[in-house]
């Protein structure tokens, strides 16, 4: 069935209210500035053991993964309708992974909805045995992007997302069409991130090497970790393609406890997201709900910590469309027996 026709029935299983903005969300994740506050207040005036400073770690590095989602969700317009409401919440979203809203706007909501899993196009692609065996940069991105237990690639787990926002800044020169047709203000998202860099850094040096550990360092990698985890596991176990960007066809949607999918925002349900990008996430569970009664057979649904076991196990780079390859040795595996091997998910798992 052709997109559009997918969209329309979709439509007619939700209330038409699913798509207006959701300010709320945004309000809720500026409001939690002052956890994040009162969190590093305790860090820096407080002398405590160690595993308070930890919990409290993970709380502001909850939160800075929160507000990611949340930008995510407004510069898409799921938020606020204003572009100074979307931006000041990009901005607050991104500044702990070092990744400029102008960069994340051209990254994800562009190219990657634009050109979903298209090879040298999408962005999120990692590359092709004749990239790799060209590529530096290629090489570079494959051994830190999570697969076939290369033991770099879990290091790229605690990073990976910031050092692809830096990519897609500083290395992606395949976009330079896309860039002028999106209107991507290159030297303004390199000032940006500079200036992100360097607010850390002063930070950093105001509060000591302590408190700079649990306020910043350690929030950034769980927010990566988190982060990454949830990118790599809804498209690299689907085909490339290079003319048709079909959602039920390039995408994975993923399942997590019901307390994790709250704390992360339902950011799971990806099918959905690429269905309806400017839609909140809050709803997504509506989506889904109307995928399997309607597109069961197409609509591939598993749960996360099934795909991420996948992920690690398997190859980032493409022989062809539908088949992985691990370059040193040249061993190939088949997308579609990889999920064969799972089989298709009807109902919402547990991890």
């Known amino acids: 069935m052709e997109l559009h026709a997918i969209r329309n029935k979709l439509r007619e299983s939700l209330p038409s209210d699913v798509f207006q903005p959701q300010p709320m969300r945004g309000i809720a994740a500026i409001l939690l500035i002052s956890i994040v506050i009162a969190c590093s207040w305790i860090i820096i005036q407080y002398s405590l053991p160690w595993y308070v400073y930890l919990l409290l770690s993970i709380v502001i ?30 901005y607050l979203g991104y500044i702990p992974f070092l990744i400029s809203p102008l960069t994340w706007k051209f990254w994800h909501c562009q ?31 494959a051994m830190f992007t999570p697969g076939t237990h290369n033991w770099f690639s879990y290091i790229g787990f605690f990073c990976l997302f910031t050092l692809e926002g830096q990519y897609v800044l500083w290395f992606y020169k395949t976009d330079s ?9 290159r030297l303004r998202a390199k000032i940006e991130t500079i200036l992100m860099i360097l607010f850390w ?6 509060i000591g090497d302590r408190a700079s550990l649990y306020i910043i360092v350690l929030p950034m990698l769980l927010g990566n970790f988190i982060y990454v985890s949830y990118i ?20 994975i949607t993923v399942t997590i406890n019901p307390v994790l999918a709250f704390l992360h925002l339902n950011f799971g349900y ?18 889904s709900q109307a995928l399997r009664q309607n597109f069961g057979n197409e609509y591939v649904s598993l749960p996360y910590l099934t ?3 996948l992920i690690i196990k398997t190859p980032r780079i493409h022989f062809d469309s539908e088949t992985l390859i691990v370059p040193s040795s040249g061993q190939k595996v088949k997308l579609s027996e990889i999920l064969s091997e799972v089989g298709r998910e009807t109902s919402q798992p547990t991890a």
């Open 201 to 206: 850094i002063l930070l950093g040096s105001a």
């Open 232 to 251: 790599l596991t809804q498209h690299l176990l689907r085909p490339t393609n290079s003319d048709v960007n079909h959602p039920l066809h390039n995408t």
């Open 61 to 90: 590095g909850q939160i800075y993964t929160i507000w990611g989602f949340i930008a995510h969700e407004a510069l898409h317009g799921a938020i606020f309708q204003s572009n100074f409401g979307q931006y000041f919440l990009g």
């Open 111 to 141: 190219c990657h909805h634009g050109y979903t899993n298209f090879v040298e196009r999408d962005p999120d692609f990692v590359g092709t045995i004749e990239e790799f065996s060209k590529s530096p940069v290629t090489r570079l991105r």
């Open 270 to 287: 990806h099918v959905e997201h690429h269905l309806f990008p400017s839609m909140s996430h809050q709803f997504a569970p509506l989506v």
């Open 307 to 309: 795909v991420l076991s």
């Open 177 to 185: 069409d896309l860039a002028d047709k999106f209107g991507f203000n």
